[in-house]
C-alpha cells in the first residue's frame, strides 16, 4: 500500500501561483512515477503531469507546457507542482497520483482544491 498526503492548494487570482506538494509513504520501493492528475466540476478527470522516480524524466499535459513544472525530492518522497500564470479554467481538485509499474496501478491522494478567481 502507497499513501499520499497532498498540501498546497487554495484560492488564487488570475495570473498567480501556487505550489503543491505530495508526499509518499509506504511500499515506495518498486519501479514508479509519481504525478497530479486534476478534476475540475463536471468534467472527467485529466493527467496534468508526472515523473518517473528512477529516470527524472518529465511528461506533461500538451496544454500545460510552459506553465506548470513537475520535480521530486528523492530523500522525502515527494513531488511538487509549480503552477504560475493560473487561469480560472485551472480551478479543479487536483489529486496527486502515484503509479507503481510492479503492481500495475495507481494509488490516489485525497486530493486537493485549486480555486483560480478573475
Known amino acids: 500500500q502507497v499513501q499520499l498526503v497532498e498540501s498546497g492548494g487554495g484560492l488564487v487570482q488570475a495570473g498567480g501561483s501556487l505550489r503543491l506538494s505530495c508526499a509518499a509513504s509506504g511500499s515506495t520501493f518498486s519501479l514508479y512515477k509519481m504525478g497530479w492528475h486534476r478534476q475540475a466540476p463536471g468534467k472527467e478527470r485529466e493527467f496534468v503531469a508526472d515523473?518517473?522516480?528512477?529516470?527524472?524524466?518529465?511528461e506533461y499535459a500538451d496544454s500545460l507546457k510552459g506553465r506548470f513544472t513537475i520535480s521530486r525530492d528523492k530523500a522525502k518522497t515527494t513531488v511538487y507542482l509549480q503552477m504560475n500564470s493560473l487561469k480560472p479554467e485551472d480551478t479543479a481538485i487536483y489529486y496527486c497520483?502515484?503509479?507503481?509499474?510492479?503492481?500495475?496501478?495507481?494509488?490516489w491522494g485525497q486530493g486537493t482544491q485549486v480555486t483560480v478567481s478573475s
Open positions: 497520483s502515484f503509479y507503481s509499474y510492479g503492481y500495475g496501478r495507481y494509488y
Open positions: 515523473i518517473n522516480w528512477t529516470t527524472d524524466s518529465a
